[in-house]
């Protein structure tokens, strides 16, 4: 029986695997260390944020169907746009549309930080008293999830693999689940970011994804296809 990674490009196997081992290893090693504090994403001004997370966020994951759909979107879309880029340009795209991710989220926190405490950071964050002097316990709940609360998981750099294989195969046509017909990949990419768009300017209650962190993926990818000049394949339309 031949193995599914067999006919796969190299970077998109390597990051199959690598996120696998993250995603045992977090269970596997729970009580000899915390991978979730030292591997997630944190505030930059949290007392938890290491540099390193702006990279290695991107291999953890909070659960078993959040890493399934990262990784099955992987699989489905990275080879081609790997075969397309290259590995060495995949590779960078990848990373990149990961840390973009990263910027963004992190930048729509800081200005959520801002509009409550009237500066980007507060004195002794790790302190929790300390964010009951900012206008009460609601305010303090927010501040307290925004300083603690990590981010974590593939999908910024995966709507950034989204937005570049819609990008250069915008007619190619897919099934999606619930829908009984194929649609373009454009207009699948399309509503995706609409969906996401509405879900991070609403910031409804109990949602606990991170929106804008897609939002970002999406945004670096689709300016990194236009700056690298990307042209879309001969035999696609």
Do not use: C
């Not at 490009?9 to 090693?29: D, G, S």
């Not at 992190?106 to 900012?134: C, K």
Request: hydrophobic share 55%; charged share 10%; net charge positive.
């Amino acid at each position: 029986m031949q193995s599914p990674f067999a006919n796969m490009p190299p970077v998109v196997k390597n990051l199959l695997i690598i996120n696998i081992i993250f995603f045992i290893a977090t269970y596997a090693l729970a009580q000899f260390i915390d991978m979730n504090a030292l591997f997630a994403a944190y505030y930059p001004f949290s007392p938890a944020f290491r540099p390193w997370q702006i990279i290695t966020y991107m291999f953890m994951h909070g659960g078993f169907t959040h890493i399934l759909f990262n990784m099955f979107a992987l699989f489905s879309f990275g080879p081609m746009l790997e075969y397309t880029l290259g590995s060495k340009k995949f590779f960078n795209y990848y990373f990149i549309t990961g840390i973009g991710a990263y910027v963004l989220y992190m930048a729509v926190q800081a200005i959520q930080i801002h509009a409550i405490a009237g500066a980007y950071t507060i004195p002794n964050p790790g302190i929790e008293a300390s964010y009951f002097n900012y206008g009460g316990q609601e305010n303090a709940q927010k501040l307290y999830g925004y300083f603690n609360f990590p981010m974590m998981g593939a999908s910024g750099a995966i709507f950034g693999i989204l937005v570049g294989f819609a990008m250069l195969f915008p007619n190619l046509e897919m099934m999606i689940m619930f829908i009984p017909v194929p649609i373009k990949a454009k207009y699948v990419v399309i509503g995706y970011i609409a969906i996401e768009l509405f879900s991070g300017i609403g910031r409804f209650a109990g949602d606990n994804v991170a929106h804008f962190a897609h939002l970002g993926g999406a945004l670096f990818g689709f300016l990194l296809i236009k700056l690298w000049g990307i042209k879309r394949p001969n035999n696609f339309y």
